[in-house]
């Protein structure tokens, strides 16, 4: 089945501790991008990758780190978790980066950071 | 720059009568725009897409939308809602990739 993946779906942790949200894809997407999620402010994109080794900052990417070393994955890094990125986060792929692209969402990861 | 202003962040209807999901957009080029439903607990799901074809877009479940550059809007539209509309509805304009997302809009189907 095509599918972005995310692991974890739900994460509880205290300021500080470094953690890493995984993305994966199976449909040899080209662009993948990370968003995340607040109410009354939908979604924000906050890094993308037009391909593999190619990585970019979205709207707002401070805090965060992402790398891409293969197609399928995408990882989202924060190295000094802070309460204000408590969010649901969501991974998104499409084949090509072009605009007119869908891009396919996976499941989400709800963080909690106390 | 681009941007979208989605109209009522949430909208009540009840079961049969017609959904009007509002979307305007602002954007220096000739946009793609989207619509997503997200269902409780569930990722983000393309209902429609609009990239310079036919001005209107026909989508799944029933929904459509149209483009209208002179108004620059997108609004959502179903004839007849069903209780399994309920959910929360994003509009979204593209950019070489790059989504920009309305604040969204929960739609509540009433019995």
């Known amino acids: 089945e095509a599918q972005v993946t995310q692991n974890p779906r739900y994460l509880i942790t205290v300021t500080g501790k470094k953690l890493t949200v995984t993305c994966s894809q199976n449909m040899n997407h080209e662009y993948m991008s990370w968003y995340r999620q607040d109410p009354g402010l939908g979604l924000r994109q906050i890094y993308y990758s037009m391909n593999v080794e190619v990585t970019d900052k979205g709207d707002v990417p401070e805090g965060y780190k992402v790398s891409r070393k293969e197609k399928r994955n995408f990882p989202l890094i924060l190295e000094s978790p802070s309460p204000n990125q408590t969010s649901l986060y969501f991974c998104?792929?499409?084949?090509?980066?072009?605009?007119?692209?869908?891009?396919?969402f996976g499941p989400g990861t709800r963080l909690l950071v106390l | 720059a681009q941007s979208v202003t989605q109209l009522g962040s949430h909208v009540s209807v009840s079961e049969g009568a017609l959904v009007l999901l509002r979307c305007n957009y602002s954007s220096s080029v000739p946009p793609y725009l989207f619509w997503y439903v997200q269902y409780p607990n569930q990722g983000l799901q393309l209902l429609l897409k609009y990239t310079s074809a036919a001005t209107l877009v026909k989508g799944i479940n029933g929904f459509e939308a149209e483009f209208k550059k002179s108004e620059t809007s997108f609004h959502l539209t179903k004839p007849s809602a069903h209780m399994s509309d309920a959910a929360e509805y994003f509009c979204?304009?593209?950019?070489?990739?790059?989504?920009?997302f309305g604040s969204g809009t929960q739609l509540t189907v009433l019995p």
């Open positions: 998104a792929s499409s084949l090509t980066p072009s605009g007119q692209e869908t891009q396919y």
């Open positions: 979204a304009v593209s950019r070489g990739g790059q989504l920009t």
